[in-house]
Antibody, heavy 125, light 111 residues
Framework: QVQLQESGPGLVKPSQTLSLTCTVS??????????WSWIRQHPGKGLEWIGY???????YYNPSLKSRVTISVDTSKNQFSLKLSSVTAADTAVYYC?????????????????WGQGTLVTVSS | QSVLTQPPSASGTPGQRVTISCSGS????????VNWYQQLPGTAPKLLIY???QRPSGVPDRFSGSKSGTSASLAISGLQSEDEADYYC????????????FGTGTKVTVL
């Protein structure tokens, strides 16, 4: 059974870059067929999709965050990462990594299915 | 930044049927299928329904989904105490490239 685990600093200063890593176990990122996602949830609020990456490096980002987001993959470590630049207090949230590809919807896309437990990142000086 | 609208709350007694609505637009629900997630307190969301009405393995058939036009619904029949959770609809949106949008979320309370 695949497992995903987020890691990274829990506190980031305003204007700096938030960096998180998701370590995948129980499956290989390089085996293909899956899309590796980042999703966040502001405290007490709903969910916001940040983007995803295919093992080949193709990326898709939320237009509202695209100018500040970079998602990358390191197949040698079986990890993928999120970088969000120029953060403000509005970026304080629980960040989840997730895998999509286990279920195909008839739109032609794959909904995020397996999720990590999430990690809280607070932006504060 | 939610573009899918859900009622903030819904409730029912054990055994009842509860329905949650999700309203979108032509660029998301109107042209793509709908997925539903269940988020129990303090946990990550779990995929409950995909492709409008398909259940992943392990999801009880008490949960069902439907879609019509730019709206969708999730129904929980035979409500149980363990169904008390937040529920989110989601769909792909084609308006500005392709991206995934979530609903505002509905808190289901079992009375």
């Amino acid at each position: 059974q695949v497992q995903l685990q987020e890691s990274g600093p829990g506190l980031v200063k305003p204007s700096q870059t938030l960096s998180l890593t998701c370590t995948v176990s129980g499956g290989s990122i390089s085996s293909g067929g899956y899309y590796w996602s980042w999703i966040r949830q502001h405290p007490g609020k709903g969910l916001e999709w940040i983007g995803y990456i295919y093992y080949s490096g193709s990326t898709y980002y939320n237009p509202s965050l695209k100018s500040r987001v970079t998602i990358s993959v390191d197949t040698s470590k079986n990890q993928f990462s999120l970088k969000l630049s120029s953060v403000t207090a509005a970026d304080t949230a629980v960040y989840y990594c997730a895998r999509a590809g286990d279920y195909y919807d008839s739109s032609g896309y794959y909904p995020p299915n397996y999720w990590g437990q999430g990690t809280l990142v607070t932006v504060s000086s | 930044q939610s573009v899918l609208t859900q009622p903030p709350s819904a409730s029912g007694t054990p055994g009842q049927r509860v329905t949650i609505s999700c309203s979108g637009s032509s660029s998301n629900i109107g042209s793509n299928t709908v997925n539903w997630y269940q988020q129990l307190p303090g946990t990550a969301p779990k995929l409950l329904i995909y492709s409008n009405n398909q259940r992943p393995s392990g999801v009880p058939d008490r949960f069902s989904g439907s879609k019509s036009g730019t709206s969708a619904s999730l129904a929980i029949s035979g409500l149980q105490s363990e169904d008390e959770a937040d529920y989110y609809c989601a769909a792909w949106d084609d308006s500005l490239n392709v991206f995934y949008v979530f609903g505002t979320g509905t808190k289901v309370t079992v009375l």
